[in-house]
């Protein structure tokens, strides 16, 4: 046992520990393509035995941000590593890719491993959601960064998708008809004001409001984010789909427009949705402009599809087949920016 390493704060077997604890986790992801096991140096995929004819590689990473302090303030860890999942793998879905492997980054400030285990679970729950397998990561024990009882955890991600069936928006067009999948909640953007109308409002995460029911705050706020990656790859076999936007920080009027050309803008309906309590308990205590919250939050909107008039019906079908309550929630049109009527 490293005695100096660990009267600097770090503990060797601890790290040891979380090894044996995760391997089982780590081990439930796997998926056709896989090489190696855990603790290589590297993590291995074979690209070459899915069949792709000219693949393109889409990557992604996030982290969750300051989600965390609610993690934290709860003691609930278990979710928050399917957040890490979600962000990434929705951003490499957005063009069209399937994603095949994922590596998370946890940084602790004291290595408990029971926590370190909770978290990897998550991000393993994640991983079998996305269909993609985890095929390495790093945990790192560093005292005098993070306080004891604190962590920070990000992630990233390798996708594939077809070059002929790669999604980079050039098909988007004027008449485009926007369909909306619904989150589960705030996701995992917004949370530094979410955190700022907690506190100036003096709640507790216990607590519970009349907006949100018998749920405390914390169980709704930690809600995990949607990953929406098997149902639309299921819609991308079926329908010509023009452009996907995944609603993340931003709302909105941020990321919408990613999939426009030059010339183009979008109305979006409201009304066509239901706008989750959450959001309404937020603009409240926040006193939050109504137009506003669309531009920091995703409203109850967490991926949105543009598809071809002429396709909308089959899209809708192949949707709700696979378990999804789609919305046609507007239009593209002529023009720029984000109009909310």
Known sequence: MAKSYEESGVNLEAGYEVVSRIKKHVKSTDRPGVMGNIGAFGGMFDLGSLGYEHPILVSGTDGVGTKLKIAFASGRHDTIGIDAVAMCVNDVLAQGAQPLIF????AVGKNHPEVVEAIVA????GCRQAGCALVGGETAEMPGMYDEDEYDIAGFTVGAVEKSKLIDCSKVSVGDVL???PSSGVHSNGFSLVR??????SFAYSDTLPETGRTTLGEILLTPTRIYVKPVLALLKEVDVHGLAHITGGGFDENIPRILKEGQGVEVKEGTWEILPVFR???????????EMFNIFNMGI??????APSDVEKAVETLRAQGEDPKI?????AGEGVTIL
Do not use: C, F, Q, W
Not at 103 to 106: A, C, K, S
Not at 196 to 201: A, P
Not at 329 to 333: A, K, Y
């Open 103 to 106: 590596l998370d980054y946890v």
């Open 122 to 125: 998550g991000v393993a729950e």
């Open 179 to 181: 369909i909306g999948l």
């Open 196 to 201: 700022k109308i907690i506190s100036d409002n």
């Open 281 to 291: 308990m937020l603009e409240k205590y926040g006193n939050v402009p109504h137009r």
């Open 302 to 307: 967490g991926m949105v599809i543009a598809v």
């Open 329 to 333: 929630i507007g239009t593209i049109v």
